[in-house]
């Protein structure tokens, strides 16, 4: 399968515990962008990095949240001291930028349940 | 912040109908997507359709743009009960060199078999 990879699938917390999640981008795909999802909502942006540069933050990303690409291939997402209002899905999609347009293609999510 | 509304929130119909799923947008666009997002997974691209283009198929999809009114439409002939997902509109900023989706709030399809 070479589309897009994240993990874990699912994580339960305790509120005040730090998480981290991973994702694998297509592998010739030079952007990747995270989103957040709750219930009944459509994906919010979060942050996206072309090759290893965080190139836009949302200002939903709170300090205690952090978003890496070490060497433009995959990237995690850590979450700090973590509070009930964190739990949601958290989405990575991966691109190939060509002129003005672009697909992201969406991995399954991570769904994170901070108790 | 969202981008703006889909209409209907949810929708229930019967195996072998139409579902026609609406999409308004606050800004400017080059492009409008369409999402497929089955219960609790990721999303799935459907179909892109261009600013300078009206309407667009692919398969058993049909999307329309009107930008003077800021709306999609986008529907589904003869529905199959594998149609059932929640179906999202997205279109890309424009500020900045950045590809971020906004997306609607979706509308939720049941195909009853």
């Known amino acids: 399968d070479t589309g897009v990879s994240q993990d874990p699938r699912h994580k339960i917390t305790k509120r005040g515990q730090n998480v981290t999640f991973r994702c694998d981008p297509i592998s010739e795909h030079n952007r990747l962008y995270w989103y957040r999802q709750t219930l009944g909502q459509g994906p919010e942006f979060l942050t996206y990095f072309q090759n290893e540069a965080q190139l836009e933050k949302s200002r939903l990303l709170s300090d205690r949240f952090s978003a890496e690409r070490p060497k433009g291939s995959f990237s995690t997402l850590e979450i700090q001291r973590t509070e009930q209002g964190d739990s949601a899905m958290y989405l990575c999609?991966?691109?190939?930028?060509?002129?003005?347009?672009?697909?992201?293609?969406f991995g399954p999510g991570t769904r994170l349940l901070v108790l | 912040s969202q981008q703006g509304e889909e209409d209907p929130q949810a929708l229930s119909i019967q195996e072998g109908e139409n579902a026609t799923m609406n999409c308004s947008y606050k800004t400017s666009i080059n492009n409008l997507q369409w999402y497929r997002q089955n219960s609790g997974r990721g999303l799935v691209h459907l179909i892109l359709?261009?600013?300078?283009?009206r309407e667009k198929h692919s398969g058993r999809l049909r999307v329309t743009l009107d930008t003077s009114k800021k709306s999609s439409s986008l529907l589904i002939t003869a529905s199959r009960a594998a149609d059932t997902a929640s179906y999202f509109c997205?279109?890309?900023?424009?500020?900045?060199?950045?590809?971020?989706?906004?997306f609607g709030q979706g509308t939720t399809l049941q195909v009853k078999p």
């Open positions: 997205a279109t890309p900023a424009l500020s900045g060199n950045t590809g971020k989706l906004i």
């Open positions: 359709i261009r600013s300078n283009e």
């Open positions: 999609a991966s691109s190939f930028r060509q002129g003005s347009e672009e697909t992201q293609y």
